[in-house]
């Protein structure tokens, strides 16, 4: 083997062998990683390598396990898991030097760590330890299968343990040689002046031909349109060239790419937030108290989910209805799931399969609360990371997404990361530290794939070692490479090398880093081609390393371009080439419109439909609104359904209100106030558990202190009015003139002294004032609908009950015991005119015509029969955007 090692070829390198014309077997190009991985197969060393998390936490448990007093204690006691990386990252400094715990250390921090080193027995190894093991057994014989190992950097750049390495490998037999760097361009360009300039002959070129160019862009996707086009017009001419994909990610660049017809880089960065990975965190989230309804929400709605969509959607359907665990509606979806999965059963295999599916499927959706200070005992935490192997491994199976096996693998590493912590209960943030730092790593983006083409994609201008034609560096920003510092002091590094562990001078990695930059410029022969894109592109901070160290160069020789200069251009000369631009004309948004046309077979949706009062008020408000919303039921994403705190609350008051408020006669007020304390905690969890979190404390103490006056006010407002519970959410369904018909549900029924029915409709809001003027102005929507329903034309009265406000709003004339409001029509009257405005939007849907009440012109366009005009409000329509009334911007 002809090997070609650099410290940064680990992600890929250009040329990307080092076969030459001849042919690439045999003469790989790689980096640390990749050595390690070919002397262990040769010495029959290889085993697979081991997550850092699980490292991570080997390490914690080593440290725990050394005792109280050592120099870490404080820190691991706050924080252990960031201490036990902080100080594995020290503990690798040494091994790769050489450091061995079983010397005679003096006490002190290097005695300390050498005492967590001989507990830890079990920790799986780092590439430090591959490399120490691997240098023992390097012998004369291996010189047999690697004939020659060249260096891409310098050998006074690579650290102790590497240069140990080669040292080994030269006494083995192994011709060890470096890779020489000269300036590759033409002496008589600007490029190939500031090339020798870098290597100290000769004075900074003074004036700028094309061979270097500095372009920015304060918008990346502009950047990716104009880069794209001058690749296109690069590879009319013949030659070779190395995109640096700093940051190893193209995807923005790809598109740009993409649409000059170019090959895609196919460089993704690996993120943490790829949707599979996600799966692993929300088991957990959903198995700690308080119980968290919106990721149980987002489990359900997770794309191909571990319980199946049907059912998951019926389970999402519960939810929204009553967020919490235990609710009526729960238990009931759950018995009609069970149902529903016995009866396609056809034998008892099949009947026994049910049931393991109904376990797994009950498993993800109502895990075990754990106290999440105390911490959840490893056993369950193992079976979530086993559930999570489970699913993503039979997704990739069937499917054969990388994502999912990627999933799997993240579970296995957490699952034994948990375990190495041997801790028999885990709290809350230590399990989400583990699991952030197995997300650190990410995956990249399985469907960004690279596409022939005749350059190559690095992720590192270190990778660049052999003359290259054309050198874009895309997004040539600032970088946190080589942000580390030394953490021994001179005294340690002094007692270290009297006993053999030399560390590397604290600089070592700061000029290996310049050095792989420079030899990314100093290997181009044509153009040489700098990127940057950003809001910040034109701040100092944001600039790179090698733009400051070059700045007295690149001031004269290299040409500076503004990339916005192409917006208002018809050309643009970028690094020698003429990129031609074309104005289009600028197309006009659509503006907002009171008159909307129905899509064909929108008339047959209206035949046959059952209305509501809900449906009624958004009907009065605004037509486009109700078509929208009841006839096409669109509505936004479940993802949001989980209700805010105000309408939680308001759901405990209607539920707290069925309870109490049985048929007969209402409860004394005491009483009333002393069983909604009672019932209120467990209603809390079973329907409205968001108010148990931190968030939403001030308005669960709002609750707790406000719901039981409120119920003790109603009882004492219905016994002002001698009336007697009839019955609570009665049903109601009624069909009248025009083939109107209504459906609904009733709050509070309650029949007076005469036994005529009084309907009284709780509301929670933050103000009565929108009630009292429905009452004031005739618009009453919802008591006229409900009286009518319920009694047809016999007499009955009406009310809102504001619980919030403890007030019982009626119409004055009613005759009830509260807040009487004089109001311009009666609740039949109201009634009637509901009826009548109901016609005329019926009739102009079913015509093809739908107005939007909220913009301009929309007064014109209403039908005369609509005597009922409710009034619109656009800031809160989730429709605004598409009527027009507000613009996506």
Not at 464 to 472: A, K, N, Q
């Amino acid at each position: 083997m002809d090997i070609v090692f650099g410290l940064f070829a680990d992600g890929g390198a250009f040329p990307d062998h080092g076969g030459g014309k001849t042919g690439a077997l045999g003469a790989p190009v790689v980096g640390p990683q990749g050595l390690l991985d070919i002397l262990e197969t040769i010495l029959g060393l290889s085993e697979p390598r081991a997550a850092f998390v699980v490292r991570i936490a080997a390490w914690q448990a080593a440290l725990a396990a050394a005792g109280p007093d050592r120099f870490w204690s404080a820190s691991l006691a706050v924080d252990g898991w960031s201490s036990a990386r902080t100080l594995l990252g020290w503990r690798d400094m040494l091994i790769e030097a050489g450091w061995s715990a079983h010397d005679d250390w003096p006490q002190g921090r290097i005695a300390d760590l050498a005492a967590a080193e001989l507990l830890a027995n079990a920790m799986p190894p780092g590439l430090a330890d591959r490399l120490r093991r691997v240098l023992p057994r390097i012998s004369p014989a291996i010189a047999r299968t690697i004939r020659r190992v060249r260096l891409i950097d310098p050998g006074d750049l690579h650290a102790s343990g590497w240069r140990t390495l080669f040292d080994s490998l030269a006494v083995a037999g192994v011709a060890v040689e470096a890779i020489a760097t000269t300036p590759a361009a033409p002496a008589d360009t600007a490029l190939g002046h500031m090339q020798r300039w870098m290597g100290g002959s000769g004075a900074a070129a003074t004036a700028p031909d094309g061979s270097i160019t500095l372009a920015t862009a304060v918008s990346g996707l502009l950047a990716t349109e104009i880069v794209g086009h001058w690749t296109r017009a690069t590879s009319c001419h013949n030659g070779t060239m190395a995109i640096v994909a700093q940051d190893g990610d193209t995807q923005i660049l790809d598109h740009g790419l993409a649409a000059a017809r170019q090959p895609r880089a196919g460089r993704s960065r690996s993120s943490p937030h790829r949707g599979t990975l996600q799966l692993l965190l929300l088991g957990f989230k959903i198995a700690w108290a308080p119980f968290d309804p919106h990721a149980l929400m987002e489990l359900l709605l997770f794309p191909n989910a571990p319980i199946s969509s049907h059912t998951a959607r019926l389970l999402a359907d519960a939810l929204e209805a009553a967020p919490g665990r235990g609710s009526a509606g729960w238990t009931e979806t759950w018995a009609a799931i069970e149902a529903r999965e016995y009866a396609a059963a056809e034998d008892s295999k099949t009947t026994a399969a049910a049931a393991q599916r109904l376990a797994r499927w009950r498993a993800w959706a109502e895990p075990s609360i754990w106290d999440p200070v105390r911490g959840m005992p490893v056993g369950e935490a193992t079976a979530i990371c086993d559930r999570t192997i489970a699913w993503a491994v039979t997704r990739h199976a069937n499917g054969g997404d990388p994502l999912y096996l990627a999933t799997a693998s993240l579970a296995a590493d957490v699952r034994a990361a948990l375990v190495s912590l041997e801790r028999p209960l885990l709290p809350r943030t230590l399990v989400e530290r583990v699991i952030d730092q197995a997300l650190d790593t990410g995956q990249p983006n399985p469907a960004v794939v690279a596409e022939a083409a005749t350059w190559r994609a690095v992720s590192h201008p270190g990778a660049i070692w052999g003359p290259v034609d054309d050198v874009l560096w895309w997004n040539f920003t600032t970088t946190r490479e080589g942000a580390g510092r030394m953490p021994w002091t001179i005294a340690e590094r002094t007692l270290l090398a009297e006993h053999g562990c030399i560390l590397d001078d604290p600089g070592l990695g700061g000029r290996a880093l310049s050095a792989a930059w420079d030899r990314a410029i100093l290997h181009c022969r044509r153009r040489l081609l700098f990127v940057s894109a950003g809001l910040e592109v034109h701040d100092e901070a944001s600039r790179h390393p090698v733009a400051h160290r070059l700045s007295a160069a690149l001031q004269y020789s290299a040409d500076h371009i503004r990339l916005e200069a192409a917006l208002g251009a018809g050309q643009l000369v970028l690094a020698g080439e003429t990129i031609n631009r074309v104005a289009v004309d600028p197309g006009t948004l659509p503006s907002a419109r009171a008159q909307w046309t129905t899509p064909a077979g929108f008339a047959a949706k209206l035949e046959g439909r059952v209305e509501s009062a809900t449906s009624f008020e958004h009907l009065f408000s605004c037509h486009l609104m109700w078509a929208l919303r009841h006839v096409a039921r669109l509505r936004q994403g479940r993802a949001q359904a989980i209700p805010d705190e105000n309408r939680l609350i308001g759901n405990l008051a209607h539920a707290l209100a069925r309870e109490i408020f049985t048929a007969g006669p209402p409860p004394v007020p005491q009483v009333a106030a002393a069983r909604t304390m009672e019932l209120l905690e467990g209603a809390i969890d079973r329907i409205a558990a968001p108010l148990r979190h931190p968030s939403f404390a001030s308005d669960l103490a709002f609750a707790r202190r406000r719901l039981p006056s409120a119920m003790a006010a109603l009882a004492e407002s219905l016994a002002a009015n001698d009336l007697t519970v009839d019955s609570t959410e009665h049903q109601i369904s009624a069909t009248f003139e025009q083939a109107l018909s209504v459906r609904g549900a009733i709050d509070l029924v309650a029949r007076d002294l005469q036994g005529e029915a009084v309907i009284v409709d709780l509301k929670w809001t933050r103000s009565a004032k929108s009630r009292i003027d429905e009452l004031k102005t005739g618009q009453a929507v919802q008591l006229a609908t409900y009286g009518a329903s319920l009694t047809g034309t016999e007499p009955y009265r009406a009310g809102y009950y504001m619980l919030n406000q403890r007030q019982f709003l009626s119409l004055a004339n009613a005759g009830l015991v509260g807040r009487g409001i004089e109001g311009s029509r009666t609740l039949p009257a109201t009634w009637d005119a509901i009826t009548e405005s109901w016609v005329g939007w019926r009739d102009m849907a079913i015509s093809g015509v739908l107005v939007a009440a909220g913009v301009e012109g929309a007064e014109a366009l209403m039908p005369p029969a609509a005597t009922l005009v409710r009034e619109v409000h656009c800031d809160r329509c989730e429709y605004q955007t598409l009527c027009r009334v507000k613009g996506l911007g």
